[in-house]
């Protein structure tokens, strides 16, 4: 073989090992956020920002749609190189206040945007005669005045633990 043909040999050669390398297919980031939603998950951004954690939001989709049970307020749809999704139930949306809606926009950006898990755990709260949920990534809503009357708490604590999925 001569040096011309060894040349050629190598060159197809890594050609051909490059083609076959596993390469992570990346999807294009992806925004909509339902009108309904955009001022919680501007104000998501404002406090991760105030937290110390800033960050952007840019592929997100948050909108009304069924959820799994009647009962579920929202849920985060999410897998490696997709989209994340947030579906909310119109019907119990609708019967909510302003703080009972960012705890649940907060939750599910939570799961989608944080990759947090659920958190079991409670504390005790209102001069230690209540025991509420620890954490906003509590499994279930935290009621709007709870989460009003803790709301520093739970931010701090949204931003700085690192269960992740």
């Avoid at 929202?74 to 960012?102: F, H, M, S």
């Amino acid at each position: 073989m001569n040096q011309a043909q060894a040349f050629v040999f190598c060159a197809l050669l890594g050609v051909s090992a490059s083609a076959c390398a596993p390469k992570e297919k990346q999807h294009d980031a992806f925004l909509q956020v339902d009108a309904p939603f955009q001022d919680f998950v501007h104000n998501f951004e404002q406090v991760s920002a105030q937290e110390g954690q800033p960050l952007e939001i840019n592929d997100l989709v948050v909108q009304f749609g069924s959820t799994p049970s009647l009962n579920e307020t929202g849920v985060c749809e999410w897998a490696d190189n997709e989209t994340p999704r947030i579906t909310v139930n119109q019907r119990i949306w609708n019967t909510l206040n302003d703080y009972d809606k960012q705890e649940v926009i907060f939750h599910e950006l939570g799961h989608c945007i944080l990759k947090r898990i659920h958190q079991n755990t409670e504390m005790m709260a209102y001069n230690g005669t209540v025991q509420v949920a620890e954490s906003i990534m509590y499994p279930y809503r935290i009621s709007g005045t709870i989460y009003r009357d803790n709301i520093v708490h739970y931010h701090d604590e949204l931003f700085s633990k690192h269960d992740q999925f």
